[in-house]
């Protein structure tokens, strides 16, 4: 469905570098990306500010030309096939909309179909689907500019879904919404994946998002690739240390067991990080050998744990 190989993509800037000179100097933002994501996939997109992510996805979507390489999506090249890809992908920004600000969504929506020229019988079908699925009906009067973020995210979600894409692309789609409108959102294009057999790139910074959503993760950093594989194993590979909590029947001092080291205490709560190769069992039981526990726990790390480490720099292979 996408097909990314050895893409460039760079942008020239000027810089002042005197009273009146300027020097030109090229800001590589995407360096030789080479990925494939096949049909049906639902693939989290990840990475720090400035990793390269909105421009891969503006060259996926035709928006820009990359400088090298070769991208094809739904087999054909984006930036010169931009209106033929259009009725195939559909796209949603979370940072701006789509729709027709003054308009009521549902007027927005029949623009859109008069765009992507689909059939008014076909339309009214999908539009009735979406509305239901995504519980538009009581605001389709609306005008946008009166919505809610999470009102106005879920018409944008149907306006980049009216024409049945195959693929669907998505740019931080939860960011600013409420818990409840994050979870109606998440439900959503798990559906759509799952039912409707939709290919969905998704990039978001909520790791939330990513748990809940993704099998397949790709992490970019300074244009590259840094991983690409299953949730779980960037959980292994980033090998972020487990968290022990160790509750002292008093507070006291306590030696950190071999291998693992002290990150915080309060009163008689101690948390100790446990690397990867270190055994928590063995820690468990030096612990509980030199002092009176209460309690203790040990705690996997969390996916914000392990992207945390892995922007850090510490790079991870696949
Ligand atoms: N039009 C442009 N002109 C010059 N530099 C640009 C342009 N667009 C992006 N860049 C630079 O390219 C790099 C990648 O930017 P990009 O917006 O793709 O990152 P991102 O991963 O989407 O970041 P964020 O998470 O902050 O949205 C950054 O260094 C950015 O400053």
Same mark, same amino acid.
């Given at each position: 469905?996408i097909r990314?190989?050895?893409?460039?993509?760079?942008?020239p800037?000027?810089?002042?570098?005197?009273?009146i000179?300027r020097t030109?100097? *090229?800001?590589t933002?995407?360096?030789?990306?080479?990925?494939?994501v096949?049909?049906?996939?639902?693939v989290?997109?990840?990475g720090p500010?400035g990793?390269?992510?909105s421009t891969?996805?503006k060259?996926?979507?035709?928006?820009l030309t990359?400088s090298?390489?070769?991208?094809?999506?739904?087999?054909l090249?984006?930036?010169?096939r931009?209106k033929? +890809?259009a @009725?195939r992908?559909?796209?949603?920004?979370g940072? @701006?909309t789509?729709l027709?600000?003054?308009l009521?969504?549902?007027?927005?929506?029949a623009l859109i179909r008069?765009?992507?020229?689909? $059939?008014q019988?076909?339309?009214a079908?999908?539009l009735? #689907?979406?509305t239901?699925l995504l519980?538009?009906?009581p %605001?389709l009067?609306?005008?946008?500019?009166q919505?809610?973020?999470?009102?106005?995210?879920r018409g944008?979600?149907?306006a980049a879904?009216?024409?049945? &894409?195959? +693929? +669907?692309?998505l740019?931080?789609?939860t960011?600013?919404? $409420?818990?409840?409108s994050?979870? =109606?959102v998440?439900? %959503?294009l798990?559906?759509i994946?799952?039912?409707e057999?939709?290919?969905?790139?998704?990039?978001?910074?909520?790791l939330?998002d990513?748990e809940?959503?993704?099998r397949r993760?790709?992490v970019i950093?300074?244009?590259?690739l840094t991983?690409d594989?299953a949730l779980?194993e960037?959980?292994a590979? =980033?090998?972020a240390?487990?968290?022990?909590?160790? $509750?002292?029947?008093?507070p006291?001092?306590? =030696? &950190? &067991?071999t291998?693992t080291? +002290?990150i915080r205490?309060?009163?008689p @709560?101690?948390w100790?990080?446990?690397?990867?190769d270190?055994s928590?069992?063995?820690?468990v039981a #030096?612990v509980?050998g030199?002092h009176?526990? @209460?309690d203790i726990?040990?705690?996997?790390p969390?996916?914000?744990?392990v992207v945390?480490? *892995?922007?850090q720099?510490?790079p991870?292979q696949a």
């Amino acid at each position: 469905m996408i097909r990314l190989s050895g893409v460039t993509k760079t942008f020239p800037v000027h810089r002042k570098s005197g009273l009146i000179r300027r020097t030109r100097s *090229l800001v590589t933002a995407v360096d030789g990306m080479t990925f494939e994501v096949e049909r049906g996939e639902f693939v989290g997109y990840l990475g720090p500010n400035g990793a390269g992510k909105s421009t891969t996805i503006k060259m996926l979507t035709g928006i820009l030309t990359a400088s090298g390489g070769e991208i094809r999506v739904a087999g054909l090249d984006p930036s010169r096939r931009r209106k033929e +890809l259009a @009725r195939r992908i559909g796209v949603v920004f979370g940072q @701006r909309t789509t729709l027709w600000w003054d308009l009521p969504l549902g007027d927005s929506f029949a623009l859109i179909r008069h765009l992507y020229k689909v $059939d008014q019988k076909r339309f009214a079908g999908r539009l009735d #689907e979406l509305t239901e699925l995504l519980e538009l009906a009581p %605001f389709l009067q609306t005008p946008v500019r009166q919505l809610s973020l999470g009102q106005r995210m879920r018409g944008d979600l149907t306006a980049a879904l009216l024409h049945s &894409p195959e +693929l +669907l692309v998505l740019d931080e789609p939860t960011i600013g919404l $409420d818990v409840v409108s994050k979870a =109606a959102v998440r439900e %959503f294009l798990a559906r759509i994946n799952a039912e409707e057999g939709t290919t969905i790139l998704l990039t978001t910074h909520d790791l939330g998002d990513i748990e809940r959503l993704c099998r397949r993760v790709m992490v970019i950093d300074h244009g590259r690739l840094t991983f690409d594989g299953a949730l779980e194993e960037l959980r292994a590979t =980033a090998s972020a240390d487990r968290i022990l909590i160790v $509750d002292l029947a008093s507070p006291g001092p306590l =030696a &950190p &067991p071999t291998g693992t080291r +002290l990150i915080r205490r309060e009163g008689p @709560r101690v948390w100790l990080a446990v690397p990867a190769d270190v055994s928590a069992a063995s820690a468990v039981a #030096e612990v509980a050998g030199a002092h009176d526990v @209460r309690d203790i726990a040990l705690r996997e790390p969390d996916i914000e744990d392990v992207v945390t480490r *892995l922007y850090q720099g510490s790079p991870v292979q696949a």
